[in-house]
């Protein structure tokens, strides 16, 4: 077996792709892949990309699972994730729009927005639209292109996050039409997987530590991380850590609180603390974010 060398394909590379088009560093939809660079290695997708086929045929692995994906299907790879084989068809069309994280972080409203529709993705990469949901997910995409070519509306950026949003609530309604419909028996590691999700939905403001997770499954700390590394290619650590960068971030920006009331909120020792945590996951201290 060789091994092949993995490489990270950032959204800098994104704008590069067919008829791109894309609004600050962090949002570039494309609808054509003639000229992308498609590399014959594996490639480490550094941001979320969600896409509906319209013509033709692609396929690929995502995370050594082969994938194939036909006109009306809506394909997700999130973040971190590796993509291998990819291989179109030559009148293969798409419209697929991708988004950094930090992007992504920026519109949402609550961390339950964070994950529905991202740990949906992980098991299930590839869906099928009905023609009514397809209709949707394009009005979206053209909507959302021609308000990112408005670049003299003043607020461009906060009408492009706020179409997004509604879009993916939109797709977050295919998730439960698909999972109530679906019979599909989850393995031992989805299980422990989302289990753990949810936990830390509900305990990660007063909680952080992998260990007690762990307990509450009744697994060793190092299962849970192996689980979790599997499944997700992250760390237990950073989905906590993600959790609560996204709460401060929130309440930083939509609630008066000040930031002593969101240091007891989310049980830091001391506002110091808060602040030094935050500047390391986001550049900046939480006045200066909440400022800017």
């Given amino acids: 077996m060789v091994n092949k060398n993995i490489i990270d394909t950032t959204l800098e590379q994104a704008r590069k792709w067919g008829n791109a088009l894309y609004l600050t560093d962090g949002l570039v939809l494309a609808d054509q892949f003639d000229h992308a660079s498609v590399s014959k290695e594996p490639e480490r997708m550094n941001f979320i990309l969600m896409a509906l086929c319209r013509k033709g045929q692609v396929t690929y692995n995502i995370d050594t699972r082969q994938q194939t994906v036909r006109p009306g299907d809506l394909y997700f790879i999130s973040e971190r994730h590796i993509v291998d084989n990819f291989t179109a068809s030559d009148d293969f069309e798409c419209l697929c729009i991708m988004l950094s994280t930090q992007f992504y972080h920026g519109f949402v409203q609550n961390v339950k927005n964070v994950s529905s529709l991202l740990l949906f993705s ?140 969101i240091t007891e909120e989310l049980n830091f020792p001391n506002q110091s603390f808060l602040g030094k945590y935050f500047k390391e996951h986001v550049g900046v201290s939480p006045s200066e974010y909440r400022k800017g």
Avoid: C
């Fill in 122 to 261: 992980m098991n299930n990469p590839v869906v099928s639209l009905t023609p009514q949901e397809i209709q949707t997910y394009e009005n979206y995409y053209q909507t959302i292109r021609k308000k990112i070519g408005d670049e003299s509306h003043h607020y461009r950026t906060e009408v492009v996050q706020a179409l997004l949003l509604a879009m993916f609530y939109d797709m977050s309604d295919v998730i439960y039409r698909i999972e109530q419909s679906s019979a599909k028996k989850q393995s031992r590691s989805d299980v422990i997987f989302a289990r753990f999700i949810s936990m830390l939905q509900e305990n990660f403001r007063k909680e952080r530590r992998v260990s007690w997770y762990a307990k509450q499954l009744d697994i060793t700390a190092k299962y849970l991380s192996e689980v979790v590394k599997h499944v997700s290619m992250r760390t237990p650590n950073e989905w906590i850590d993600s959790y609560v960068v996204l709460e401060i971030r929130v309440l930083l920006k939509n609630s008066p609180k000040s930031i002593k009331e």
